[in-house]
């Protein structure tokens, strides 16, 4: 059974100017063991499809169709009558059975309380133990994570940690009460390159460590490359791709994700290959069309892509893609 | 953190210094004398009395000479009172304006931080309308007005607490309410907007993606972040509140150093004057500091040099 299921999911966000519908009938999942990276740029609907699977969406975002279920359990919140039963289901969820990795290490951690209480609380919500106890978890997690002299750290505030340090101390948290599923927001965005990879290296080995379903958010598919398994690319609150990394790398379907493919530097081939950035700027969610989200950018756009939404076509147990070019009718091209 | 606090109280000192300096000579500049020929019709009399207040000296020497009794701890005698020393007059009315202070700055503390808090989460509107009202009818109604209603409504008319004096606890209830209904009105208004501000960070998405229950993401995480540009504001307040109101004081008949404060100016009794005035910089100054360690204790940012 998948560790986490999402099926058919919308999120929708009322603002001034009308509804932004920022993610459209999204389904994903992910097993034990496996990490899945969710790749597009900002505003694909990436980061809100994970924030409504964790009830964690602004005051004036609500999920308005589909269904989310961990582990065999259903925490769709429209299976919820009242806020409330949702809300208490959640608490015991979040952080227990489902964490998150945040982006901006400066910004998430609480600026006035000492990393012990922010640490140690996760631990505490979930298990039934005393405060000794969670505080030598807690030490031990930061070892975990590889922040040296723990036990002196721990009584430190967020302010006294450098960035990289603090986004370990993120990842210990999510890691307090080993979750089913990590959720990673884009964890190495706000980090310089160097202190990149070491993060990236420490979820890759958490990965081999834990049994947990990892769900990577990324915009860039070098640290997809590296550590997933399968890879989900998005679009205008859509997936338009899904499939394992080397269908996603070596048979890419969806004309957006040739064009990602495309903006990736190769040290090797600079000469050779030219980058070329995908023309045009995202969609405006708050009127999208019926149609495919990327035909205005598309250089192969046909008639029918404006009007109706492609089917998801498969080809093969892993790969997905929704494209009106993989379409029989369509105009086969030598690419 | 010792250094920064003798750092501190040496500026303090110095500042307490100037205010001396300044207070006294601005009262020796200042034109008329309670010793004036008008109210002395014997020069003997007026001259022995000149004599007692060292007036006859020249200026510097009775400067020097007040200055070493500042340092005695000795604010001199007042001049119209004659025998009643400026120390008498703090040690009679303090107590009484620090004890109706404390109360009045109790009540707004907790009642503009419960009004800030509740406008600030609650999810009904209307809630949010009556605390941004009482917000607005504190702020903008005058603390003699508010007394002046009170003791007409509730002291006289309804009868249902007493209006004059400090003579039990009861007695407390309308006079530290005027005090404190514009503290309350403005640590509501920070307390919300702070408390608002705080709630959109993302430490809070954070404290809530552990599974930590609404209730406590607030009392744990927001609120200590949100107290910030309160403890700013309350700090000088509290002072203000124990250096005490004429108009609160005169109405309630509350014998407080307030009342003494504004009735020496009157009175052109310079000792008094001038010892209150130090008296209540020693107090604005000593608040100013604690202020601010309590500020450094609560975020750790704040660094103390």
């Known amino acids: 059974m998948s560790m986490l299921e999402i099926k058919n999911l919308s999120t929708e966000f009322s603002t001034e100017n009308g509804t932004v519908q920022a993610v459209r009938d999204v389904s994903l999942h992910v097993e034990k063991g496996e990490v899945l990276g969710v790749v597009g740029e900002s505003g694909s609907g990436k980061s809100q499809t994970m924030f409504s699977v964790m009830g964690l969406l602004a005051g004036n975002g609500k999920v308005v169709e589909g269904e989310i279920h961990i582990d065999g359990k259903d925490i769709s919140p429209l299976s919820f009558k009242k806020a409330k039963e949702y809300d208490a289901v959640m608490s015991d969820i979040r952080g227990n059975d489902m964490a998150m990795i945040f982006q901006d290490p400066m910004t998430f951690l609480n600026p006035v309380l000492r990393i012990e209480k922010q640490l140690i609380e996760p631990i505490l919500n979930h298990n039934d133990i005393s405060k000794?106890?969670?505080?030598?978890?807690?030490?031990?997690?930061?070892?975990?994570?590889?922040?040296?002299?723990?036990?002196?750290?721990?009584?430190?505030?967020?302010?006294?940690?450098?960035?990289?340090?603090?986004?370990?101390?993120?990842?210990?948290?999510?890691?307090?009460?080993?979750?089913?599923?990590?959720?990673?927001?884009?964890?190495?965005?706000?980090?310089?390159?160097?202190?990149?990879?070491?993060?990236?290296?420490?979820?890759?080995?958490?990965?081999?460590?834990?049994?947990?379903?990892?769900?990577?958010?990324?915009?860039?598919?070098?640290?997809?490359?590296?550590?997933?398994?399968?890879?989900?690319?998005?679009?205008?609150?859509?997936?338009?791709?899904?499939?394992?990394?080397?269908?996603?790398?070596?048979?890419?379907?969806?004309?957006?994700?040739?064009?990602?493919?495309?903006?990736?530097?190769?040290?090797?081939?600079?000469?050779?290959?030219?980058?070329?950035?995908?023309?045009?700027?995202?969609?405006?969610?708050?009127?999208?069309?019926?149609?495919?989200?990327?035909?205005?950018?598309?250089?192969?756009?046909?008639?029918?892509?404006?009007?109706?939404?492609?089917?998801?076509?498969?080809?093969?147990?892993?790969?997905?893609?929704?494209?009106?070019?993989?379409?029989?009718?369509?105009?086969?091209?030598?690419? | 953190m010792a250094k920064?606090?003798?750092?501190?109280?040496?500026?303090?000192?110095?500042?307490?210094?100037?205010?001396?300096?300044?207070?006294?000579?601005?009262?020796?500049?200042?034109?008329?004398?309670?010793?004036?020929?008008?109210?002395?019709?014997?020069?003997?009399?007026?001259?022995?009395?000149?004599?007692?207040?060292?007036?006859?000296?020249?200026?510097?020497?009775?400067?020097?000479?007040?200055?070493?009794?500042?340092?005695?701890?000795?604010?001199?005698?007042?001049?119209?009172?004659?025998?009643?020393?400026?120390?008498?007059?703090?040690e009679e009315g303090f107590p009484v304006t620090a004890r109706l202070g404390s109360i009045a700055f109790i009540i707004a503390l907790i009642a503009g931080i419960g009004i800030g808090t509740g406008a600030a989460l609650s999810k009904k509107r209307w809630i949010n309308n009556v605390c941004m009202f009482i917000a607005t009818i504190g702020v903008s109604i005058p603390s003699f007005l508010i007394a002046l209603l009170l003791q007409l409504f509730i002291g006289v008319q309804l009868g249902l607490l007493p209006f004059i004096g400090l003579y039990g606890p009861e007695y407390y209830i309308m006079p530290a309410f005027s005090l404190a209904l514009y503290p309350i009105a403005m640590i509501a208004r920070l307390t919300r907007s702070s408390l608002l501000e705080v709630m959109r960070q993302d430490y809070i998405v954070l404290a809530r993606s552990k599974g930590t229950p609404y209730r406590m993401v607030v009392l744990r995480h927001a609120l200590k972040n949100a107290m910030l540009p309160v403890?700013?504001?309350?700090?000088?307040?509290?002072?203000?509140?124990?250096?005490?109101?004429?108009?609160?004081?005169?109405?309630?008949?509350?014998?407080?150093?307030?009342?003494?404060?504004?009735?020496?100016?009157?009175?052109?009794?310079?000792?008094?004057?001038?010892?209150?005035?130090?008296?209540?910089?020693?107090?604005?100054?000593?608040?100013?500091?604690?202020?601010?360690?309590?500020?450094?204790?609560?975020?750790?940012?704040?660094?103390?040099?």
């Open chain 1, 132 to 335: 000794a106890e969670a505080k030598e978890r807690a030490i031990e997690l930061m070892r975990k994570v590889g922040i040296p002299s723990p036990e002196k750290r721990i009584r430190q505030y967020p302010f006294q940690f450098s960035g990289g340090m603090r986004q370990r101390i993120i990842i210990a948290i999510a890691l307090a009460c080993n979750p089913k599923v990590i959720i990673a927001d884009e964890p190495t965005t706000a980090l310089d390159v160097t202190i990149q990879a070491q993060v990236l290296d420490l979820i890759g080995n958490l990965k081999d460590e834990l049994d947990s379903g990892i769900i990577m958010i990324t915009h860039d598919l070098g640290v997809v490359a590296s550590i997933c398994d399968r890879i989900a690319i998005m679009y205008g609150g859509k997936i338009v791709e899904i499939g394992t990394a080397d269908e996603i790398f070596y048979e890419p379907k969806h004309p957006y994700t040739k064009g990602l493919l495309d903006c990736i530097s190769n040290p090797e081939d600079l000469d050779k290959k030219e980058l070329r950035p995908i023309p045009g700027s995202p969609p405006d969610l708050l009127n999208i069309g019926k149609g495919c989200p990327f035909t205005d950018r598309c250089e192969k756009a046909m008639k029918i892509c404006k009007l109706e939404m492609p089917d998801t076509k498969v080809f093969s147990d892993t790969h997905s893609c929704a494209c009106w070019l993989t379409h029989p009718m369509a105009k086969k091209e030598g690419n």
């Open chain 2, 4 to 90: 920064y606090i003798t750092k501190r109280v040496l500026i303090g000192i110095l500042t307490l210094f100037v205010l001396t300096t300044a207070t006294f000579f601005l009262a020796k500049a200042t034109p008329g004398s309670p010793f004036s020929a008008e109210r002395y019709r014997n020069e003997e009399a007026r001259e022995k009395a000149m004599a007692k207040y060292n007036l006859d000296k020249p200026v510097m020497e009775q400067y020097f000479l007040y200055l070493q009794g500042i340092t005695e701890g000795d604010l001199g005698e007042s001049y119209i009172q004659q025998g009643r020393t400026v120390n008498y007059y703090i």
């Open chain 2, 231 to 305: 403890i700013t504001y309350a700090g000088p307040m509290f002072a203000f509140l124990l250096t005490g109101s004429f108009v609160v004081e005169t109405i309630y008949s509350i014998p407080g150093i307030g009342a003494t404060f504004v009735q020496c100016v009157v009175n052109r009794d310079y000792p008094l004057i001038m010892g209150m005035t130090i008296f209540l910089g020693f107090i604005i100054i000593t608040f100013n500091i604690l202020t601010d360690l309590i500020s450094a204790a609560v975020d750790p940012r704040i660094k103390l040099k």
